[in-house]
């Protein structure tokens, strides 16, 4: 391609800025977290894995992190029933209101978090409530769900598509019934499409803090509402900034995973 | 097959049923997503948006279920909220222009100069980010702009204080929480535009800024469209980064988190609510007529 020399070096430069941009911060909270000042200061003065120690030993950072493991798990799983169902119905059949399914399914997502936050708390506060069913961590896995449903449809609905019908066609010619041609060919064959759905949908919940917030209640906090209770508490700085590392750290985990899965990091 | 079931069995049967019934499979289907979203999510919504026409009664604190437009009346007549609704478009907007002015050459990089293989490991640093903590990014730019941080370290040497926390902070670490957004599909789009168009721009003699405006641009539109539907609509909405960096800055997320919180005033809250839901389906209907949901 003939681009004026100019213009490469300009781009590459962009391209360099850009990305010093992205990791800069990123790498600044790594190396805080071994601050050994307690209260913040840039340079850090010396350098300590004190406070990582003290993170690791810290009750509320485990319970957090273990009500947020449950959540994620919660709602990835009821995420996996309803975004495979609907996927299915959308890509094998033709029926009235057919884009409003896709529309619907992607609607939790596109609204601003906190329309949704506010709308659900306001109905299990109204209808839960009454039935002796508090905020909590249950609440908290029924609005994840609501919104990670799209991250599962997606990705089936692309593999569905790109399977087309036929191996199902000639499993049911060979006798096999609806329930054992899902079982034996099509659940096999959707099986990464799930899992890249399925990490994606965790992600999601993990991170999730605005509809959290809404419908966790006062007892339940998963991490992300743990750190932002803490954030602004200066003598809890230290342990912020491990949480906050070693999330950074692990964020590399589901990048990996993804590469391994599908081969195919696109799988947003 | 070590499951086979016996021909009369009922599962068998059941399955039969199904196969010779495609709406009942269709029905069994659609049943619990449809539940879900449709009674569950629309139907909290519905209800949340109907909240928006009553009051809150001043001395018991109270709803009062009875329809009036008083809620959108003071919204519109009390200056404030006209100010906050401003401010959180113009913050939007901004952060929408900010991603497209770093996004576009990082993605032309990545899509038509970088070799093949620095083009994998360039979409993998891009998307590595993404899967990093909302909350802990935004904190990472509360170190950056707090008063003994990073900005401060490298700008008081030259003379300049850095911003501190405001609106400037918030519009900068909005721009850096959804730059992947806007990067992704831009890179797609261009790696869609054929060499050949550039080549046969250049052959014809035009320079490199003509070839930009009369060949990569009217290409890329859709792409930076897609790429703003999301930096528009997570930055309209958002009200945690505010509080992170914003200092004392309010935008339309806080006004409503606040009426939910401190005031509890669910029926304003609601109305309020309705303004980022009122522009974001305005700005998609327009956004429509480009193709770009297509790129989605």
């Known amino acids: 391609m003939t681009l004026s020399r100019g213009a490469r070096v300009a781009l590459r430069i962009g391209m360099i800025i850009g990305l010093a941009v992205i990791y800069v911060p990123l790498f600044v909270v790594l190396v805080n ?16 894995g ?41 890509q094998r059949y033709r029926f009235f209101g057919r884009d409003t399914v896709s529309l619907l399914v992607i609607l939790p997502i ?17 209808v839960l409530s009454p039935l002796g069913i508090q905020l909590g ?93 803490n954030l602004f508490r200066p003598n809890q700085a230290p342990i912020v900034n491990v949480v906050a590392a070693a999330l950074i750290v692990l964020s590399v985990v589901p990048v990996y995973l993804a590469q391994r899965v599908s081969g195919d990091t696109r799988g947003l | 097959m070590s499951t086979t079931v016996t021909p009369g069995g009922p599962v068998r049967r ?37 909240a928006a026409f009553w009051t809150t009664d001043d001395f018991t604190g109270e709803v009062v279920k009875q329809f009036n437009l008083g809620n959108f009346q003071e919204l519109w007549n009390q200056s404030v909220y006209r100010t906050i609704t401003l401010r959180s478009v113009g913050v939007a907007a901004a952060v929408t222009v900010i991603d497209t002015a770093v996004a576009f050459p990082m993605a032309f990089y990545m899509a038509k100069i970088a070799s093949p293989r620095a083009q994998r490991w360039l979409v993998i640093a891009v998307l590595t980010p993404l899967w990093a903590s909302y909350l802990v990014k935004a904190y990472a730019w509360r170190i950056m702009f707090s008063g003994s941080g990073v900005l401060s370290w490298i700008l008081d040497p030259f003379g300049i204080h850095g911003p501190g926390y405001g609106l ?64 528009f ?22 006004v409503v988190y606040d009426n939910i919180g401190a005031a509890d005033n669910l029926p304003f809250a609601a109305a309020v ?10 700005y998609l209907v327009a956004v429509r007529r480009t193709g770009a949901l297509d790129n989605l």
């Open chain 1, 33 to 48: 977290s071994f601050n050994a000042d307690k209260a913040f200061a840039w340079p850090p003065s010396h350098l300590t």
């Open chain 1, 50 to 90: 004190h406070w990582w120690s003290t993170a690791w030993g810290n009750g509320g950072v485990r319970t957090a992190l273990w009500t947020s493991v449950k959540a994620g798990l919660g709602a990835t799983l009821v995420a996996l029933v309803l975004g495979t169902m609907a996927a299915f119905a959308v």
């Open chain 1, 110 to 126: 596109a609204l601003p978090g906190i329309v949704t936050g506010i709308a659900l708390n306001n109905a299990f506060r109204t």
């Open chain 1, 137 to 229: 961590l249950f609440t908290v896995v029924v609005g994840h769900a609501t919104f990670c449903v799209v991250t599962i449809f997606n990705n089936v609905l692309a593999r569905l598509r790109r399977l087309g019908t036929r191996v199902e066609e000639a499993s049911a010619d060979l006798g096999a019934d609806t329930f054992q041609t899902f079982r034996y060919v099509t659940f096999p064959l959707l099986r990464s499409a799930l899992l890249a759905g399925g990490l994606l949908s965790f992600a999601l919940s993990f991170d999730e803090i605005i509809v959290t917030t809404f419908t966790a209640g006062a007892g339940v906090q998963t991490l992300p509402i743990w750190i932002f209770n």
């Open chain 2, 14 to 50: 059941f399955a039969g049923l199904l196969h010779r019934r495609p709406y009942l499979r269709l029905a069994a289907l659609l049943s619990a997503p449809l539940l879900w979203l449709v009674v569950a999510y629309l139907g909290s919504l519905a209800a949340l948006f109907a």
């Open chain 2, 168 to 231: 400037p902070a918030t519009i900068v670490t909005l721009a850096y929480l959804w730059l992947p957004y806007m990067i992704l599909p831009i890179y797609a789009g261009l790696e869609r535009l054929p060499n050949s168009l550039l080549d046969a721009a250049g052959d014809l003699g035009a320079r490199t800024f003509r070839t930009f405006r009369t060949v990569i641009w009217p290409v890329a539109v859709p792409a930076v469209i897609a790429g703003s539907i999301f930096t």
């Open chain 2, 233 to 254: 609509s997570l930055s309209l909405g958002d009200y945690i980064t505010v509080k992170i960096v914003g200092g004392k800055s309010q935008l339309i997320g806080n």
């Open chain 2, 273 to 282: 609510a309705t303004i980022p839901v009122v522009i974001m389906v305005i």
